[in-house]
């Protein structure tokens, strides 16, 4: 059964640092692309940044700067280290990769992690 497993998040003040780590497990051929998603209450799940396969990165503009998404293959694991946090990062944060497993072909597959809390106070 493949899963992405998230740690890290938690509180901290504004202007600080925190890391997120998620990493995959299970049966899978390969990942693709691997990303943060976050939620704040009463909004909409918003991208943060993602990474390809290959190292490219795109992120949002508002945390452009600050965070810095990064991978290791070797782990299957995805990290994003958050710097210079404000109150308006607080939101659940959630790992989303393209997982390319085998069926009777090698197909795509999207998967999310549980989420992690991420506060910020002011």
């Known amino acids: 059964q493949v899963q992405l497993v998230e740690s890290g998040g938690g509180l901290v003040q504004a202007g600080g640092s925190l890391g997120l780590s998620c990493a995959a497990s299970?049966?899978?051929?390969?990942?693709?692309?691997m990303r943060w998603y976050r939620q704040a209450p009463g909004k909409q799940r918003e991208l943060v940044a993602s990474?390809?396969?290959?190292?490219?990165?795109v992120y949002a503009y508002s945390v452009k700067g600050r965070f810095t998404i990064s991978r290791d293959n070797a782990k299957n694991t995805v990290y994003l280290q958050m710097n210079s946090l404000k109150p308006e990062d607080t939101a659940v944060y959630y790992c989303?990769?393209?997982?390319?497993?085998?069926?009777?072909?090698?197909?795509?597959?999207?998967?999310w992690g549980q989420g992690t809390q991420v506060t910020v106070s002011s």
């Open positions: 299970g049966s899978f051929f390969s990942i693709s692309a």
């Open positions: 990474i390809t396969s290959g190292g490219s990165t």
């Open positions: 989303n990769a393209d997982l390319v497993v085998v069926t009777t072909k090698l197909i795509a597959v999207e998967y």
